[in-house]
């Protein structure tokens, strides 16, 4: 039998459909996030797994879960809850993603209960194949989100990588070091990558570096999800702007609100696309943008500049 396609995400290569082996039965079956239908279990299904008695007798479909459950929770029932958000995705999002989930991840020593992904001790790196073990092989995991949760003192951080310079490393969501809660932001991306790509919300892994606070050493290689991520998202849709418009993205000349990782990763990405098609160096590529922070316009005479944010510094009286 051929595999079933989702109709919506069918066509993306993480996308999986189709019915899952299941190992489990009884009340069991029903303490799974994974597995749990609640009464969307058809008749079939009931017998087959032990179910009858352990349900209402009403059997329902995902549309009516989804309407009957505006409010679940995920922890009970992860098929309706990503079908509540992908039927409600513009109002539910703030929820599930930024700011909501930076309550959460604030107020994680009060409200956990179960683990919802790997921690990695940094101090046991001997154990830390182990640690990953626990969730699967490579063949289980198509993608993994990681984040540290640092911010040293709630101060930002410097960063060093093979395609970035020194510059502002972000605080967890602006509110500081977070510690193992900062999981949960890990949790809420992947939440986005599932609606939005389709990835399988199995297939995937959210991990947290446990380096304790204020420990964190500035110089691994990364690629930061709210640096060069959100920069090579914008650039992109700005390619196809100046395609559509026809103009040359070396002519451009840009003006970026917000001056924190997210702006500087934008500027920085167009800058070097700039740079690559006007054969200029970094620094003269970087003279087309502009940033506009907390205390305006960036002045070289500020200064609580951050390493990242000075290069697009502009002289006072220029």
Known sequence: ????????????????????????????????????????????ERKEFDLNGLLPSSIQTLDDQVKRAYRHIKGQNEVLYYALLQEHIKEMLPIVYTPTQGDAIHENSHIFRRPSGCFLNIFDPEGLDASMAKW???????LIVVTDSMARSGEPQMISTSSWSPTQWPQILGIGDQSVGGI??????????????GVHPHRVLPAVLDCGTDTWQPHHAVFNDDIQGTGCTALSALRAAVHVGKIPIKDLRIVCFGAGSAGIG?????????????????????????LVGRPGLLLESHETLTPGQRPYARAAEA
């Open 184 to 197: 949960l932001i890990a949790v809420a991306k992947l939440a986005l990558y599932t609606l939005c790509a």
């Open 1 to 44: 039998m051929p595999e079933q396609r989702h109709k919506r995400y069918g066509h993306l290569p993480l996308s999986t459909s189709g019915p899952l082996d299941c190992a489990l039965s009884g009340a069991t079956l029903l303490r799974s996030p994974y597995f749990n239908k609640g009464s969307g279990f058809t008749a079939e």
């Open 266 to 290: 934008i500027v920085e990405q167009v800058a070097k696309a700039i740079a690559l098609e006007k054969d200029l160096s970094l620094e003269q590529a970087r003279t087309h943008s502009w």
């Open 136 to 142: 699967g092989t490579a063949d289980d995991i198509d």
